[in-house]
């Protein structure tokens, strides 16, 4: 169902702290806290003894305490004390995942601990990086997680779902290229003498038509950077531009939910806290109405699937790539299970 030797964001930095909080991800249960030093932890929110949501309970220290009957575990899923009980079984313990703290965010891997390899952890340093603004913000989709993804990788629609906002005709009417290396995907739009989109004017100024440019990276399963540029066209106007990143990390939560945690750092006006409120509230209108759109797809797919469409275009070049990749990933982990020896006991 779900991709696991992967990184997946499991929630801002902001949000977890010196106390238990939880979050479903891949549909598995996952609670989340600090330790006194500030290193994040997560283990499976699910004691063992009778399988209570440690969320629920409270830190002895570094240490989770269940609330049911007071059976506590290490930052490691070791139990360590176990009440009126004085033997602890060496199978009395909690699965943990290994957690990364990077850039703004949380990333967890569900999968094998040994393939935790932090440098696969996909590239947003636009969030903390000097120079760069950062804005962002968490929202809940009820929404498998694909189909923002697909949304992403195709931005004709933004002509139409946001066009008091970021979106123009323009957008749908241009050609795009598509390429990738590996498991990658690459989709580029450029735009040459347009109007500029009504939230483009609002946060830079424009008064001429302008050259814009996308450019759409996917990183498997469910990262996506988008590279987003104006300036005045041809070189008319003093407007500096605009230049940010959108990074989208989408998170599944189940087959038909999921988390997207999205960034939009810009290049230009820094430090002007009026242009950051202003690009936060216009995005997450954006991502409303795509919100909307998305969910409400979502609800009229089932019991099918968007394999029984009937109508395809050149946009969906990108986005059909991208799930051909995932499926391959999906694939690779399911030949690896089955392959596995099996306890006989």
């Not at 305490?65 to 360590?80: A, L, P, R």
Request: charged share 20%; net charge negative; with cysteine.
């Amino acid at each position: 169902m779900f991709v696991r030797n992967t990184w997946y964001v499991a929630a801002r930095s902001s949000e977890v702290t010196h106390a238990l909080f939880s979050r479903r991800i891949c549909d598995e249960p996952i609670a989340l806290y600090r330790t006194s030093a500030g290193e994040p932890v997560a283990m499976i929110d699910r004691c063992p003894h009778r399988m209570a949501p440690l969320s629920l309970g409270h830190l002895d220290g570094d240490a989770v305490q269940c609330i049911y009957h007071g059976i506590t575990f290490d930052t490691t899923g070791t139990c360590v004390r176990i009440p009126g009980q004085a033997d602890i079984h060496n199978v009395a313990r909690v699965q943990t995942f290994p957690i990364v703290e990077r850039w703004g965010w949380l990333w967890i891997w569900l999968g094998d601990p040994a393939q935790a390899d932090a440098s696969l952890i996909p590239d947003a340093h636009w969030n903390t990086e000097p120079g760069w603004t950062p804005c962002g913000d968490l929202m809940h989709f009820k929404a498998n997680y694909q189909l923002l993804v697909d949304n992403l990788l195709d931005l004709s629609h933004e002509a139409f779902t946001h066009a008091g906002t970021i979106g123009n005709a323009v957008v749908a009417e241009t050609p795009i290229r598509v390429g990738g290396e590996g498991n990658t995907v690459r989709v580029e739009r450029f735009m040459e003498d347009c109007a500029p989109p009504p939230l483009f004017k609002r946060v830079c100024g424009f008064t001429t038509n302008i050259d814009r440019t996308q450019i759409i990276e996917f990183t498997p399963p469910s990262f996506i950077m988008i590279d987003a540029r104006a300036v005045p066209a041809k070189g008319n106007g003093t407007t500096p531009g605009l230049e940010w990143r959108v990074l989208n990390a989408i998170t599944p939560e189940t087959e038909t939910t999921c988390h997207y945690f999205w960034g939009n750092p810009r290049h230009f006006a820094q430090g002007d806290d009026e242009i950051t409120e202003l690009i936060h509230d216009q995005i997450e209108k954006t991502f409303l109405e795509d919100k909307f759109v998305i969910e409400g797809q979502q609800s009229v797919m089932a019991p099918q699937s968007l394999d029984q469409r009937t109508v395809f275009t050149s946009f969906d070049a990108g986005a059909t790539r991208a799930r051909r990749i995932v499926e391959r990933m999906l694939d690779a982990e399911r030949t690896t299970l089955e392959a596995a020896p099996r306890s006989s006991g």
